[in-house]
């Protein structure tokens, strides 16, 4: 995960998209050489979108259909840094660590920043996103706003700012709803940016397929029905209406949904390459029977669900929060449906607010490298820091003092778990062991590299476990290792995708 900072300051960490959101289901990789849908097909309604009843769900194995939102606390009591622009709309993290986007227009979007002293300030940054021509990786800024929040107020007038100077400027109303029972935001005023926004995250059963390319691994379990609703789920963010009455009610009874367009006039063209590639692979799934669909290496995979032990790691593993795996391939086991292999789990090496507060006057935090060895090193103010040190702080070992040894450091908020994190060289996260052993790895699980995930996910490869057989042909089909911070597992912490995200 990457992060950049200013000397001195600490700004918000931002949770990945898309991010990393874990909790997943199962497995095998996709052909991701298959074309987008000819234009001829594009149009022909039924075809991608609807596609008549689904078959009634299959059974047997856990249900692995779309996840629901998490539903972490909200309100300024979940605050663990005492942020004025926060409490003063009682609202929590998510709020600056979240995408907003618009109801009917998933293209268009809302995110919220803190000023630079973002513990005392009650301003906060608005700005008015769209998506690139590609729809992938990068948001365009469309116009800026300042909204400085008072307590208890909700509704505050705004000037956004336009980042087209021939756009002008237009006087908005920008009011939060946060603790209705659907939090959202409503922009008035200005046609170009009205509407009701609602975070991208809680609102979809599964957020990533609008920012990544699945794979079969992220789907076997899925219930054909449940693989319907996640197909039409994307249309229906892009404000489409539906012929079925099926779908029609299901996604009227979702606060988010509002349908726009008429299928007849509803044009794919309006969709992203992942999702035009995610609707391929899960219609393709649609069409294979449930007991087909989820055979690995020949075996029932939903057979076998309920007799899989969870993974002893699994409590390490959360929803937006970088965490770093290695695993080596070479030493891995054949367990049937899955393959374990020796291996660790990290997260961010951190350090308490009480140690940050130390620092800050000129003494040393201990920060823990490895929680199973111990290890750790000291971190102090980089005396040697000037006005050009984008870093600010020094990480040595002890004994040595750090105007002659020591990393340059930055230090970032983690917001969400209240603690300070670390980074060095070309803003990579300084990382913490907390596991070794055994790494679950399902069969079809896929890997991928890349400075973003929707490039990462678009050259995915399927994970090949195992010791090599002699020949060099065959050891040409097994990796060595493989390694990630960005991760995605099914209920039970078994890896479907490992994505490495980095320059």
Known sequence: ???????????????????????????????????????????????????????????????????????????????????????????????ISSRYFKAGDVRSAISFTLTQDW??????????LSQDNQYESFWNGIAQAAVDTDNGKMDYSII????????????????????????????DGDARLEGDYYSFQRSFSRPEVFTRYLSKADLYLYPTEDLWLLRNEIYAAHGRKFDSEVLSQYFS???WYHGLLDPDK??????????????????????EPFDKRNIIDGIDYAGEWDRLPLAPYLSYLHTGRETGLSADLTKAKDMGVYYSAPGTISVPASMTQEQFSAVQNGGEAEVVLNA??????????????????????????????????????????????????????????VMKTVYEGDIYILKGAVTGAYTSLAEASKTQTEICAGTSESGWETEALADSSVLGNALYYNSKGYFTAVYYLGD
């Not at 991010?19 to 849908?37: G, I, K, L, V, W």
């Not at 400027?169 to 709803?177: L, N, S, V």
């Open 253 to 255: 009874d979702k606060a």
């Open 372 to 429: 199973l060895t111990g290890e750790s090193q000291l971190l102090s103010l980089d005396p040697n820091a000037g006005d050009s040190n984008s870093y600010g702080y020094l990480m040595y070992d002890k004994g040595t003092t750090p105007s002659s040894h020591g990393s340059e450091t930055g230090v970032i908020a983690d917001l969400e778990n209240g603690t300070y994190t670390l980074w060095q060289t070309s803003a990579d996260t």
């Open 119 to 128: 513990m005392d300030s009650n301003r906060l940054t608005c700005d008015f």
């Open 160 to 187: 956004p700012e336009f980042h087209d100077a021939a756009q002008g400027k237009g006087t908005c109303r920008i009011t939060f709803y946060l603790n209705d029972a659907v939090p959202h935001i409503t922009v």
């Open 1 to 95: 995960m990457k992060k950049k900072l200013l000397l001195g300051c600490v700004i918000v960490i931002s949770i990945l998209s898309s991010a990393c959101h874990m909790d997943r289901a199962s497995n095998n990789t996709a052909d991701f050489t298959q074309e987008p849908y000819a234009n001829q097909e594009e149009t022909q309604e039924g075809d991608q979108a609807e596609n008549a009843s689904p078959p009634e769900k299959s059974s047997g194995a856990e249900d692995q259909s779309p996840i629901s939102p998490d539903g972490s606390s909200s309100g300024a009591a979940a605050l663990k840094f005492d942020i004025k622009a926060l409490k003063n709309l009682d609202a929590d993290t998510e709020l």
């Open 266 to 287: 509803f044009s794919d063209s309006l969709l992203s390459d992942i999702e035009k590639k995610n609707i391929t692979l899960i219609r393709g799934l649609e069409e």
